[in-house]
Structures are given as C-alpha cells and as structure tokens.
C-alpha cells in the first residue's frame, strides 16, 4: 500500500468554546430552522454509493472535512459505537450513552477507495489523543475507524502499522477498531452545520482551521470546489 507523508497534526489551543458547550447555540438554530418557510430539496439517491463510518470529534468538523474529498458524495452526522437506542445529541454530547459523534460517508468507489478514506481520516485529527480531540473532551469524542468487513478491518490495521513502522506520532495511536453495528442520523440542524452557521464561534475557531489544515496536507484529495 501507498502510504502518503502525513505531517503530525499540532494540538490546537484549548479553547472556552466547545462543542458540547454549543448545545444551547445550536437548540437555537434549530428553532429558526424551524420557523423557516423551505422548499425541502429532492434527497439524493445514495443507494448507489458505499459507505463508511469514521469518529473523531465533533461530527461539525468531521462532515466539513469528508464533504471536501473528491468521490464523496454525501456526509451525514450521527451517532454511533454505542448500545443506547436513538440517541439526542443533548445525550450523547453530555456524556450520558457509549456512543461517539460519528459521520457516515457515501462514497463512489470509481473516484477513491476506502483506504483513502482512512489516509483521510487519520490524516484530518489526532488519532494519539484519547478521549479528546482539540477543545472537545470524553468519550463521545475518542477517535474510532468502523469496519463492516474484514477488508477494511485489515485495511485499517495495515495503515495504522505502517504510521507507526514510520513513527509519524510521538506518541502511541489510541484509535478504535471496532465492528460496525448502527447509525443513528444526528437531529437535522447539525447536518451541513459548518456549512450553514460560518460565524458559530466554535466554527469559525476550531472547524475551520481543522479544515484548512487537510486541506494544506492533502490538496490532491480535494473536490474542484474545495480549494
């Protein structure tokens, strides 16, 4: 396997804003979502493509970066990892379920590979913290790599030895392999959130930057549109 130069991400700065803190912020965009008059538009028919299921900090974040990626066709915030049954953001963000903010990524298989996918993501955070990623702190947060075959489970751990044969982290790589199970789509106001709330403080100071940093590390994985 091809392996790409992945340059060791810098922690950023912690930060009063986080985002389970945006809880009360978000319940807000939710109420003007809801008092919007809008054409819902025609859902994309998705069943052609294949997914993947990847955690590492706020879905916010994660969804921005995945939507960026050439051959990815669409990406949902959710929830996933845990036992509890449809689970609320309230829950899962306060640290009351096992689950973890997760993304579901719809992807062509003719434009990029699931072992892209995972360059991606171990190439997009901080795959040494535990329970932590940037200002975002617990379990809901902890960096997961979801496989729905044995495949990808060697996909996944062939990457992970190969980061580790290369020493690109000073420290051990604390990310969970884990089968996947389920996936509970996020309420409806997370969905494209970075995209549709640019002045939120959190995303402007941490979804942003997190962005731009995958996009300085990885422009050839880039949509047209993304640059």
């Known amino acids: 396997m091809k392996l790409l130069k992945i340059t060791t991400l810098v922690m950023m700065t912690l930060i009063s804003a986080c985002c389970q803190s945006k809880t009360k912020e978000s319940n807000k965009a939710q109420n003007s979502e ?4 809008e054409i819902a538009p025609t859902p994309q028919d998705l069943s052609q493509y294949e997914t993947a299921y990847f955690a590492s900090g706020c879905f916010w974040c994660v969804e921005a970066i995945f939507e960026s990626v050439k051959g990815v066709k669409e990406v949902i915030s959710g929830y996933s990892g845990g036992k509890e049954k449809n689970p609320t953001y309230e829950q899962v963000g306060g640290g009351l379920t096992s689950h973890a903010e997760a993304v579901e990524v719809y992807y062509d298989p003719k ?3 699931f072992t892209k996918l995972v360059q991606v993501f171990f190439g997009s955070h901080d795959p040494t913290s535990f329970n932590r990623q940037g200002p975002d702190r617990g379990p ?3 960096s997961v790599a979801f496989y729905k075959n044995a495949e ?3 996909i996944i751990e062939d990457y992970m030895n190969a980061l580790r044969e290369q020493n690109v982290y000073d420290a051990p790589i604390v990310t969970e392999v884990t089968p996947f199970e389920i996936f509970y789509d996020a309420e409806e106001y997370h969905q494209d959130y970075e995209l549709k709330n640019p002045n939120n403080s959190y995303i402007r100071n941490v979804s942003i930057p997190r962005l731009n940093r995958f996009k300085k590390n990885f422009p050839e994985y880039l949509k047209e549109d993304a640059h």
């Open 34 to 37: 809801t008092q919007k008059e």
């Open 140 to 142: 809901q947060y902890r």
């Open 111 to 113: 434009e990029i590979s």
């Open 152 to 154: 990808e489970k060697k």
